[in-house]
């Protein structure tokens, strides 16, 4: 469980590091520079609410359940919003 938290929890930053330095970085036009932006804060946001403490428990061997948790919550929070999407 402590593997599988790490492997997902450090993919899941990897990803979010490169939204957010898509966002900073992004050479898009005026009227999405704004989105990009947004887009850049609201990973961020993820990234130290969910996925950093998931590596940090997961990393000191402290409750594996809830790292595994943390590390999870942002792919399930996505499938639902697109799931919700989908369907209104």
């Known amino acids: 469980m402590r593997l599988t938290a790490l ?24 009227a999405t520079k704004g989105l990009d932006e947004a887009a850049a804060i609201a990973a961020a946001a993820i990234l130290v609410l969910f996925l950093m403490p998931a590596l940090l428990l997961a990393w000191r061997r402290r409750l594996p359940f809830l790292a595994l948790v ?19």
């Open 7 to 30: 492997f997902i929890a450090g993919l899941e930053s990897v990803s979010m590091l490169l939204i957010i330095g898509n966002g900073i970085f992004s050479r898009s036009d005026a």
């Open 70 to 88: 943390l590390a999870l919550a942002p792919i399930v929070a996505t499938a639902a919003i697109v799931a919700w999407a989908i369907a209104s």
